[in-house]
């Protein structure tokens, strides 16, 4: 089955640590995309990837950081600097070349005590 | 840049019955409307989209309405069913270097009462 996977889906942590969430996509889509998504809000970009070794800040990138080292692979570390990280977090990706529909994840969601 | 408003945040409609779900956006250069479905616990799933060259969509008992002049575009649901239930977002994006960059709107959640 082809699709995108998150891992875990629901993650704990103490305040002050970094964690990283796992997002992996065997749809062969150059393009790959995080978002948060906050009760009663929309969902808000975080960050984005059209092909390996590229990325780009979204909307609401501080106290975020990510990697694409592999065109499967898109994992983003919520960092200390992140003022407010208790969300649900959703990994999306499409296909390049004008392609619209965005794929998701099934989410995460993170919980700092 | 874009900014998209959806309403009514909350709509409950007896099964079997229509609903309307509405949303703005400000950028005139968008050209890219989807329509996502997302169900408790779970990433959301495209259900219908429009783009600026077509003024409506149909999908069986899903459509979308896009009026460009007045920038906005609505979703209508007939015969609604108990699996109708769920949170939809709107969203708008125009095309960015190949890829759609999406601004979503803040969801409506619908409940079909039996």
């Known amino acids: 089955d082809g699709g995108i996977t998150q891992s875990p889906k629901y993650l704990f942590r103490k305040e002050g640590q970094n964690v990283t969430l796992s997002c992996e996509q065997n749809?062969?889509?150059?393009?790959m995309y995080w978002y948060r998504q906050d009760p009663g809000q929309g969902l808000r970009l975080i960050y984005y990837?059209?092909?390996?070794?590229?990325?780009q800040k979204g909307d609401i990138a501080e106290g975020y950081s990510v990697s694409r080292e592999k065109k499967e692979s898109f994992p983003l570390t919520v960092t200390s600097a992140q003022k407010n990280p208790t969300a649900f977090y959703l990994c999306?990706?499409?296909?390049?070349?004008?392609?619209?529909?965005?794929?998701f994840g099934p989410g995460t969601r993170l919980t700092v005590l | 840049g874009e900014n998209v408003e959806q309403h009514p945040s909350t709509l409950s409609v007896q099964e079997g019955d229509s609903a309307v779900i509405k949303c703005t956006y400000s950028?005139?250069?968008?050209?890219?409307f989807p329509w996502y479905k997302q169900e408790l616990g779970k990433g959301p799933q495209l259900i219908i989209d429009?783009?600026?060259?077509?003024g409506e969509k149909k999908d069986q008992r899903i459509a979308v309405t896009l009026n460009k002049t007045a920038k906005h575009f609505s979703l209508h649901i007939t015969e609604t069913q108990p699996e109708d239930s769920a949170v939809y977002f709107c969203?708008?994006?125009?095309?960015?270097?190949?890829?759609?960059?999406?601004?979503f709107g803040t969801g409506t959640r619908l409940t079909i009462i039996p």
């Open positions: 999306a990706s499409s296909v390049t070349s004008g392609r619209d529909e965005q794929f």
């Open positions: 749809l062969n889509h150059d393009a």
């Open positions: 990837s059209q092909i390996v070794n590229d990325f």
């Open positions: 950028d005139s250069a968008s050209n890219y």
């Open positions: 429009i783009r600026s060259n077509v």
């Open positions: 969203a708008a994006s125009k095309t960015w270097r190949g890829n759609e960059k999406l601004t």
